[in-house]
């Protein structure tokens, strides 16, 4: 009888990225509790955890920790997706503390940066005041940020598609929309870009070329 090898793989896949599976774990425990909470006091509860300038000004540390143990809107499967498919694999790549650095990054700094370009466009009047309590809450700025540094892990000529399909994907919302978060997500994959110190020695760039023969047989 041949037992099938599926679930061994998957669970040894998970543990190869030990920080990515927890940070996934914790957002579906926080995602489970958003949907027992009542839509105003949602709000309240998830604005009191934002990275918006209110926040920042009063307790930067406990936002920025917090804003990105949370998902708004409530939607965990498709961050499970994004999370096996992109911080898992820059994770085994870098290694957790590596690829951490590279999320941190992102999240932090990103945030700052867009909070920054926002509090400008308020002082200048391009904004409304109370867009200082504008909610900011996620993971989307660490995972721009992974995405990223994951353009040093593809063999050229390929990485220059994939930068390119990146910079169009996060850079068109940035012209059309031109909100503070599409500013942020786009900070985000230079940041990663910028991380290029951290990937030196990782191995070899993957080649889909290689990939791709290899599954021909």
């Known amino acids: 009888m041949r037992i099938d090898g599926t679930p061994h793989r998957a669970g040894s896949y998970m543990r190869s990225a030990p920080g990515t599976y927890v940070w996934l774990a914790i957002l579906f425990v926080t995602t489970v509790a958003l949907h027992h909470m009542s839509p105003d006091f949602e709000a309240d509860f998830l604005r009191q955890r934002s990275t918006n300038i209110h926040e920042l000004s009063n307790d930067p540390v406990r936002v920025l920790f917090t804003s990105a143990m949370w998902i708004d809107g409530g939607l965990w499967l498709p961050y499970a997706v994004l999370f096996t ?91 059309t929309g031109r909100t503070f978060t599409d500013f942020g997500h786009f900070i985000s994959i230079l940041i990663g870009l910028l991380c290029f110190p951290l990937v030196r020695g990782r191995g070899k760039a993957w080649n889909p070329k290689e990939t791709l023969s290899a599954l021909r047989g």
């Open 85 to 175: 498919v992109f911080h898992a694999q820059a994770e085994r790549w870098l290694g957790t503390l590596r690829w951490l650095a590279v999320a941190g990054a992102a999240h932090i700094l990103a945030t700052l940066i867009s909070e920054g370009a926002l509090l400008g466009a308020i002082k200048r009047g391009a904004a409304p005041h109370s867009a200082v309590e504008t909610l900011d809450i996620g993971v989307s700025y660490a995972l721009a940020g992974v995405i990223g540094v994951l353009t040093y892990r593809v063999a050229s000529p390929w990485r220059y598609l994939y930068l390119a399909v990146i910079l169009v994907v996060y850079g068109l919302p940035l012209l």
